[in-house]
């Protein structure tokens, strides 16, 4: 996998600037921004069948909405054990603070203290799981476009056992690269949000802008990945 060239590689299509900044713009709207997700599935597609260019054209945006609107709720679906860990220690935390017995109430007080230390470390866990795991269902979903094969689990697992050092390479890369942006826009954030209005506007656009760029080099790293390990894909429809 040439991961470096994961950075740049959209602005060698020489319609790259339409591509993109329809991209980044309707990134920006809710609820179309559904789209940047399915349209990150269409490059995904076209890197693994080194169609070129790899940025697929915005023609076939309905297609897009929908397989983005697909793969959120998928990954809504796999979140709902992250939101349950969340939300547990909260039934404890209402017993403490009604609590009308002072003893029972410090008690409880203590008992509370374990237990979000305990929920905390399980939410992070399953935090660390869920960024490992999800890669490979979205190439599953890529793959078939069909729901259900976000859910077959034995095929994701043994797709990840059967690829695990290139798998876990493209993982790594993605989610130090997450952290490096993530860092990188909390910096500017902090330079220019001082600035009323403008410095927030400012952070906005230019986080949304990023997050699509974002899209576009982690369809390029795991399209190469899926080409790699030989994934069937067919390629998007709209190229140009």
Do not use: H
Not at 6 to 34: H, Q, R
Not at 53 to 64: A, C, H, K, V
Not at 65 to 71: A, N, P, R, W, Y
Not at 88 to 107: G, K
């Amino acid at each position: 996998m040439d991961i470096g060239k994961s950075l740049t590689y959209m602005f060698e299509d020489e319609k790259w600037a339409n591509k993109v900044v329809v991209g980044a713009a309707i990134n920006m709207i809710p609820i179309l921004n559904f789209a940047s997700a399915g349209y990150m599935l269409a490059t995904i597609r076209n890197v693994a069948n080194d169609v070129v260019p790899s940025l697929p054209t915005w023609d076939d945006f309905g297609d897009y909405f929908v397989k983005g609107l697909i793969l959120t709720v998928i990954g809504l679906v796999y979140s709902l054990p992250l939101l349950i860990l969340s939300c547990c220690p909260l039934v404890l935390m209402f017993l403490t603070a009604f609590s009308e017995n002072e003893e029972m109430a410090a008690a409880l007080g203590v008992i509370y203290l374990l237990v979000i230390g305990l929920f905390g470390l399980l939410v992070l866990l399953y935090a660390l799981a869920y960024t490992f795991v999800m890669p490979a269902v979205m190439l599953q979903y890529a793959s078939a476009g069909d729901f259900s094969a976000a859910f077959q689990f034995g095929q994701i697992f043994a797709f990840i056992r059967d690829n695990i050092n290139s798998y876990v390479k493209a993982w790594l890369y993605v989610l130090v690269l997450g952290v490096v942006i993530g860092i990188g826009e909390l910096m500017v954030g902090l330079i220019v949000g001082w600035i009323p209005i403008c410095g927030w506007i400012f952070s906005w656009v230019l986080g949304l802008g990023v997050a699509f760029w974002t899209y576009l080099v982690v369809a390029y790293v795991y399209g190469q990945f899926a080409c790699e390990v030989q994934l069937p894909m067919r390629p998007a429809s709209a190229i140009a």
